[in-house]
């Protein structure tokens, strides 16, 4: 089976300017996560989705970072405006359902860099 | 709240020599663990999972992990390493319930030296 895509998987931008990025999650896969990766730590989650709706986004920084999942397949995370500190590795993951049994499946990532 | 420590940041070691890569958790509920594998410009890959049953779990590359409920630990071991297996070790922790997120610890890197 096809896996996680993600793209792009470099971008590198100036703070202040906008900035996103895409990922289309496994085929059939419900739950969709995003996570921010920042050097020489673990993931940690920013949003998740069952189909089409927010189940948490408790740790995502709304008054910049924006997420949709248009029609419960693919998914964007925006970042407006960016920050130093928004430098960092974006990946996204998908899974069958949202139950903490269920294994994730990773994308490569998205690596930002922020000038 | 659930937490995972990873207890070595980075693991030197020799090829062909055995290797642990410690990790412990903290959680009040039942727990899934997982170890999942991070080579270079990649994203995570799952190596192995303990969901119930047998506490000790095994890869298709070699590595096994035990789960020890007493000491609340997840260790990895692989007798034997390659080359190849040099790259970021994550452990992380789920449980059921309003428990479901996946809690990662700050990873460990295996360099496998020649």
């Known amino acids: 089976e096809a896996g996680v895509a993600q793209s792009p998987r470099y971008k590198i931008i100036e703070k202040r300017q906008s900035v996103a990025f895409w990922c289309n999650p496994i085929s059939g896969h419900a739950t969709l996560y995003w996570y921010q990766q920042i050097l020489g730590q673990g993931p940690k989650l920013l949003i998740q989705f069952q189909n089409n709706g927010v189940v948490d986004d408790s740790q995502l920084p709304k008054d910049r970072f924006s997420a949709e999942r248009l029609k419960g397949v693919d998914s964007t995370l925006k970042i407006q405006p960016a920050k130093l500190e928004d430098s960092a590795v974006y990946l996204c993951?998908?899974?069958?359902?949202?139950?903490?049994?269920?294994?994730?499946?990773f994308g490569d990532g998205t690596r930002l860099s922020i000038l | 709240a659930q937490s995972v420590t990873q207890l070595d940041s980075q693991v030197p070691v020799f090829e062909e020599a055995p290797v642990e890569l410690r990790c412990n958790y903290s959680?009040?509920?039942?727990?899934?663990l997982f170890w999942y594998v991070q080579y270079p410009n990649q994203g995570l890959q799952l190596l192995l999972k303990y969901l119930s049953g047998s506490t000790l779990v095994e890869s298709i590359n070699g590595f096994e992990a035990e789960f020890n409920k007493s000491q609340t630990s997840f260790h990895l071991r692989k007798p034997s390493v390659h080359i190849s297996d040099t790259a970021e070790y994550f452990c992380?922790?789920?449980?059921?319930?309003?428990?479901?997120?996946?809690?990662f610890g700050k990873g460990t890197l295996l360099t496998v030296n020649p």
């Open positions: 992380a922790v789920s449980g059921s319930g309003s428990n479901y997120k996946l809690t």
């Open positions: 959680s009040s509920v039942s727990v899934y």
């Open positions: 993951a998908s899974s069958l359902g949202g139950g903490g049994a269920r294994p994730q499946h």
